[in-house]
């Protein structure tokens, strides 16, 4: 969740002061967090029917444990005051190694129950996640209707930029979408966003950045997301799980 969200929950579900705060942790479906004096638990579901909990981007993400990672770390299948780590590559386990060799971390092999539930923990929670992106990526009818329905969503932009400039997958030099914003432009959106729309159609991850960082508060990962999801679909491409595949669309 953003930073001034986050402390609106503190203080209004948890009641709680931000400042006090000095642990917090996610454990069977509840959000915890600890204060010296106290600790105080409530489910996510709760959270987010009262319009907190996770960020939108993150209830429908399908990729629980990033298996892209050099490591992953989690509570899901570790015993009490352990933590669960997979390794996917060789940077992770040199990392690891070198942990174990300066005695800043002890280990022992993964059980054969913890791995159990890891995977179904991990399996539970894409099913809800699935349930998630049907409800919040209604269909949104015919051609016109979508424009519109774009066109009315970003009609409050600023032009402020803030979204490029926190995009992780927006690597060019030029940033060829700023010379389009025109302050003089009457449209009611910009070619600045379709041409962002566009170039991130194959490489947009969802990470949410955007949305987070807007002053107009536009929902800028899901409009993202309902045009990458048709492209990445239709090119059976997930930007982000394995760097040596470019995206789609990548020119020299
Ligand atoms: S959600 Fe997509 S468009 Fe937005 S910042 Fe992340 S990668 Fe970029
Ligand atoms: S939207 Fe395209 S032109 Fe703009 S910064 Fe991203 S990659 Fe570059
Ligand atoms: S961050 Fe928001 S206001 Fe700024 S350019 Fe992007 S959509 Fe417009």
Known sequence: MPPITTMKMLEK??????????????????????????EKAISIDELEEAGYGRRENCRYCEISIPVMADLA??????????????????????????????????TAPATEKGIKIRGKT???????????????????????????????????CIDCEACKYVCPVCSCDESKCIDFYDPMDSHKISIYHLVRLLHLSDSCIGCGQCTDVCPAEIPLTTLHRRMADRIQTKYNYIPGMDMKIPPSFEVE
Do not use: Q
């Open 13 to 38: 579900m948890y009641e709680i002061n931000p400042d006090d705060v000095i642990e917090e942790e996610i454990e069977r479906g509840k959000l915890i967090f600890k204060t010296e004096k106290e």
């Open 122 to 156: 991990d399996g539970v929670m894409e099913k809800v996640a699935k349930k998630w992106h049907k409800k919040i990526f209604v269909p949104i009818g015919d051609r016109l209707e979508r424009l519109h329905y774009y066109m009315d969503v970003m009609e409050d």
């Open 73 to 106: 770390c989690g509570n899901w299948g570790a015993g009490e005051n352990e933590t669960f780590v997979e390794i996917f590559t060789e940077k992770g386990l040199k990392l690891m190694n070198n942990a174990v060799e300066l005695g800043l971390i002890e």
